[in-house]
């Protein structure tokens, strides 16, 4: 199972940014999605994260700014954020829950949770 992780870049204060995030392989169901982010000498955090019937939980610095959204039939998280700021700029991951089969051909299944490799999102003041 793979996560691509896509749409860092750098944005004006105010600015939005769209994030994207698809897992592939030998997936049979992917469960919570979520996106973190790990600023400059600052700890990892999560951001928001989303279950596979749409309910999400935002982290209070993102709340009213950020939105999370997924697309099931893509495996696919996004992360609309809106009204950035400089305090936003961190590097973006997204990681995911998945029940995937042991191999190609496989009915074996196993748990997971899986990382991207992360985006930059740099927001100038």
């Known amino acids: 199972v793979q996560l691509q992780a896509s749409g860092g870049g750098l944005v004006q204060a105010g600015g939005s940014l769209r994030l994207s995030c698809a897992a592939s392989?030998?997936?049979?169901?992917?469960?919570?999605m979520a996106w973190h982010r790990q600023a400059p000498g600052k700890e990892r955090e999560l951001v928001a994260d989303?279950?596979?019937?749409?309910?999400?939980n935002y982290a209070e610095p993102v709340k009213g700014r950020f939105t999370i959204a997924r697309d099931n039939a893509k495996n696919t998280v996004y992360l609309l954020m809106n009204s950035l700021k400089p305090e936003d700029t961190a590097v973006y991951y997204c990681?995911?829950?998945?029940?995937?089969?042991?191999?190609?051909?496989?009915?074996?299944?196993?748990?997971?949770?899986?990382w991207g490799q992360g985006t930059l999102v740099t927001v100038s003041s």
């Open positions: 990681n995911a829950d998945v029940l995937a089969y042991e191999y190609k051909g496989s009915s074996t299944l196993t748990a997971g949770k899986y």
């Open positions: 989303i279950n596979s019937g749409g309910s999400a």
């Open positions: 392989g030998a997936i049979f169901r992917v469960d919570t």
